[in-house]
């Protein structure tokens, strides 16, 4: 008893809080930073240059010159980052080299998922969710799209195990619902009836955040999640007044981008 009372407590897991300036960064609904699964990097858009910053290092890595601004995303592996650029889209290592053409796109994307076994989600503009194999061939239309109600999907992500693919559906008329597509089959994740979110995220924490705007100002919400039910188990809470756009490694870093000072004009 003595042994167990004097043994030196273990220490908690050390917090770390800081802000990185990646310039002319390009963030916005069709295209965001995102962290690597590993937690040890973060991809991004600085005008209209792909880069890699890993957090080891003060300088970031230059990848590719897009066209567009576009949706990137990670491999599983954390090795490749995938990017939408002329219609293709594109596979390029995170440690640097020449890209590889994936497929060919029905149009622009808006978002984009890498899963387990090379499966990878797109999402078009006003379209459907297309999937296509990462090592390459057409990307295959899922008909999941209602246009007498639906717009179009964002926010597309994997659930843990890469298997269950979750996204935000744009609904004709404004609003939006969170949905997981689970075995083929979609189903509603309840959140909080009149909410406009446009993404969520599933968390080490067993909790979904997701971005919610207030008053015109962007904030972090999260709310709890069970995996297993696929379904939301409490009420959702503030977690940043301000910030957009989250990312979660799996060793639960969170990755957010602030938004910039208000435009100041004047009225001429």
């Not at 916005?28 to 937690?39: A, L, R």
């Not at 939408?84 to 497929?103: M, S, T």
């Not at 997981?180 to 924490?205: C, E, H, R």
């Amino acid at each position: 008893v003595a042994a167990v009372l004097l043994r030196p407590s273990s220490p908690g897991t050390s917090i770390r809080k800081f802000e990185i300036n990646a310039g002319k960064l390009a963030a916005s609904f069709g295209g965001y930073p995102e962290i690597s699964p590993d937690g040890k990097a973060i991809a991004y858009v600085s005008g209209k240059d792909l880069f890699v910053r890993k957090l080891d290092q003060l300088v970031p890595l230059k990848l590719y010159t897009l066209k567009n601004n576009n949706p990137i995303f990670w491999s599983p592996d954390s090795e490749s980052i995938a990017f939408a650029d002329q219609n293709k889209l594109w596979q390029i290592p995170a440690a640097g080299g020449p890209p590889r053409e994936i497929c060919s796109l029905p149009g622009p994307i808006i978002s984009g998922a890498w899963g387990a076994g090379g499966k990878i989600f797109v999402a078009a503009w006003r379209g459907d969710l297309y999937e296509v194999s990462a090592q390459g061939g057409d990307a295959r239309a899922l008909g999941l799209q209602d246009p007498k109600t639906e717009v179009d999907f964002h926010g597309l992500t994997f659930l843990p195990g890469g298997r269950d693919l979750m996204y935000s559906v744009h609904l004709v008329g404004g609003g939006s619902r969170i949905e997981v597509l689970a075995n083929g089959k979609s189903k509603t994740v309840s959140i909080q009836s009149g909410w406009d979110i446009p993404d969520a995220i599933y968390t080490p924490t067993g909790h979904l955040l997701f971005t919610r705007d207030i008053n015109n100002e962007r904030a972090i919400w999260a709310v709890p999640f069970s995996l297993p039910d696929l379904k939301t188990t409490g009420q959702p809470f503030a977690v940043s007044g301000k910030g957009a756009f989250p990312s979660v490694s799996s060793d639960g870093t969170l990755l957010y981008v602030m938004p910039p000072p208000p435009v100041q004009g004047r009225l001429v």
